[in-house]
């Protein structure tokens, strides 16, 4: 099942906050944040498991809420090199091997 | 450390043809995946190899689609015939696979980017 992301596009000026929703119907074990800035290849940012924690990476910083199923992306002064596209993949059960789905992706763009 | 390589980066066909994509995983990586993203969508997994092996294809069409991983290094992703609903950017990725690893991280190749006429 693919995970649902909100929102689908957003606009910011350079130091404002975001937060990006990624939603999924079923059990979350794993949930997994990329960034894909136009014409390149998807970048890790973090990965959150199973448990509700909390991880930062630079001014990006995320949650993981397996109770509500879903994860949130919280982008704090935002900077130009923030721009690009933000997907979540999310795996349901921790099988034999790392099984990641993909969401419909956040275009975020920031502006001066 | 060098990053997952890809090639061609770009490829125009015309329909019914054939297409081959060659990718070399990180060195070490045990786990190889090949993605297919349409513009404006998420990466879709084809298949997955741990090794030389297949762990996952349920989404690779294997009426068209073929893949291999020899010798458990790099691999090839071919289509034949190609329809015009191909045309995407297919992304190879590795990670270290070795065993369970709970925080596993995909590395993404450049992708090649197939336009089918």
């Known amino acids: 099942q693919q995970p649902v992301q909100s929102p689908q596009a957003v606009i910011l000026r350079e130091g404002e906050d975001a937060v990006i929703n990624c939603s999924s119907s079923?059990?979350?074990?794993?949930v997994h944040w990329y960034r894909q800035k136009h014409g390149e290849a998807p970048v890790f940012l973090m990965i959150?498991?199973?448990?509700?924690e909390q991880k930062g990476h630079e001014k990006i910083s995320a949650s993981f809420n397996e109770k509500k199923q879903q994860s949130s992306l919280y982008l704090t002064a935002s900077q130009l090199s923030y721009s690009g596209t933000y997907f979540c993949?999310?795996?349901?059960?921790?099988?034999?091997?790392?099984?990641?789905?993909f969401g419909t992706g956040t275009k975020l763009q920031v502006i001066p | 450390e060098a990053g997952v390589a890809q090639s061609p980066r770009y490829k125009i066909i015309e329909k019914r043809q054939s297409v081959a994509f060659w990718c070399n995983p990180i060195?070490?990586?045990?786990?190889l995946y090949w993605y297919q993203q349409i513009l404006g969508q998420g990466p879709k997994l084809l298949i997955q190899?741990?090794?030389?092996?297949?762990?996952?294809d349920s989404q690779l069409p294997k009426d068209r689609f073929s893949a291999e991983r020899l010798k458990g290094v790099d691999s090839t992703l071919k289509i034949q015939p190609a329809k015009l609903e191909d045309s995407a950017v297919y992304l190879c990725?590795?990670?270290?696979?070795?065993?369970?690893?709970?925080?596993?991280?995909?590395?993404f190749g450049p992708g090649t980017r197939l336009t089918v006429l």
């Open positions: 993949g999310t795996e349901i059960l921790p099988g034999g091997y790392q099984k990641v789905t």
């Open positions: 990725a590795s990670s270290q696979g070795s065993k369970r690893d709970l925080t596993d991280t995909q590395y």
């Open positions: 079923k059990a979350l074990y794993s």
């Open positions: 060195s070490g990586h045990a786990t």
């Open positions: 190899f741990q090794n030389n092996g297949v762990v996952d």
């Open positions: 959150l498991l199973k448990g509700g």
